[in-house]
């Protein structure tokens, strides 16, 4: 019997993964850097290389049921990475193709966003839940809408960019796609970084801790470590972002009405004071055949870990 998967999760810088069994425990991990080789097949090379001895030590490939792969832009319908922005590989990548053959194990391939519902469902709180959002809040607004138990993909592999959606017509400009006013803009650390430009700039007689730091030491971390001193600026940005985001999560909730919805990534280090004003906004922009039905989560998931079970999870789908 085959009792392992191998996870692989395909970052903007770093690339991580990880052998892991059925019951969702990593037994090795290791990771390479993702930009660091000219060539998509240098990159599949060094993968093997790292992976190559944590094989061995579950007793040899025969021993793997198959490699799953979380990745920016990645199509589940076809293995390809398509256009992703953050990375070096341009145009239309056969990536599942290429590590399947220089693996010999067959490999699935998703976005990295729908890799993680994937393992809130098979081994986070989401699990034995057939209806729910994942929204992660990292560096952008990552989102895997899972509907009767299955990954929403549409017709083309790339439906779920919620973070993409416009939630403030005419906002504030994304500068990777020059839409204004997404989701993204706001609610993830680059948002959250400039809510506290635009607040210190519009008052500019108030006192703030965050006037400390420079325009480069400004960090959604700076903005929480004041918050958490009580700094009435700082404050103010969770209570901005998080009206936002619950807005938003209103909407996601009338279209698709989920048992749950799951946040995840660093903006959650943040704890209530970000749940709690999102929590808020969401209840209030809500129908009342929707209100205090969903549960809003925090991922049990460590975050470390959550992105290589995720990809794994697709060995066993």
């Keep these: 019997?085959?009792?392992?998967?191998i996870g692989i999760d395909v970052g903007g810088t770093n690339t991580k993964f990880g052998v892991v069994d059925r019951k969702g425990n990593i037994i090795d991990q290791n990771r390479v850097l993702t930009n660091g080789h000219d060539s998509v097949q240098e990159f599949i090379d060094d993968l093997y290389t790292g992976l190559s001895p944590i094989i061995e030590k579950v007793g040899g490939a025969e021993k793997i049921a198959g490699i799953g792969m979380g990745a920016p832009n990645g199509n589940y319908y076809t293995g390809n990475v398509e256009y992703a922005p953050n990375l070096r590989w341009k145009g239309i990548v056969p990536l599942a193709k290429m590590v399947s053959e220089k693996f010999g194990l067959r490999t699935k391939l998703t976005n990295d966003a729908n890799a993680a519902a994937v393992g809130e469902m098979m081994y986070g709180c989401a699990k034995g839940m057939k209806h729910f959002i994942t929204i992660?809040?990292?560096?952008?607004?990552?989102?895997?809408?899972v509907i009767d138990g299955?990954?929403?993909?549409?017709?083309?592999?790339?439906?779920?960019?919620?973070g993409h959606t416009i939630i403030r017509p005419g906002g504030?400009?994304?500068?990777?796609?020059?839409?204004?006013?997404?989701?993204?803009?706001?609610a993830s650390a680059t948002g959250v970084r400039e809510t506290a430009l635009e607040l210190l700039a519009e008052n500019p007689n108030e006192a703030s801790l965050l006037r400390d730091y420079s325009e480069e030491e400004l960090t959604s971390q700076t903005v929480y470590e004041c918050a958490i001193k009580g700094d009435k600026i700082a404050n103010q940005i969770f209570e901005f972002t998080g009206q936002i985001l619950g807005e938003a999560l209103a909407n996601f909730i009338m279209f698709s009405s989920p048992e749950a919805i799951v946040l995840f990534g660093g903006l959650t280090k943040a704890g209530d004071l970000i749940m709690t004003p999102t929590r808020n906004a969401m209840e209030e922009n809500l129908i009342q055949i929707f209100r205090n039905k969903v549960k809003l989560v925090f991922s049990q998931l460590k975050e470390a870990d959550a992105a290589i079970l995720g990809a794994s999870a697709l060995v066993w789908e």
């Design 172 to 186: 504030r400009l994304h500068k990777g796609t020059g839409i204004r006013g997404v989701l993204e803009s706001y």
């Design 136 to 145: 992660t809040l990292g560096t952008g607004v990552g989102s895997g809408i």
């Design 150 to 162: 299955k990954i929403v993909l549409g017709h083309d592999g790339f439906a779920g960019e919620l």
């Design 1 to 5: 019997m085959k009792e392992y998967a």
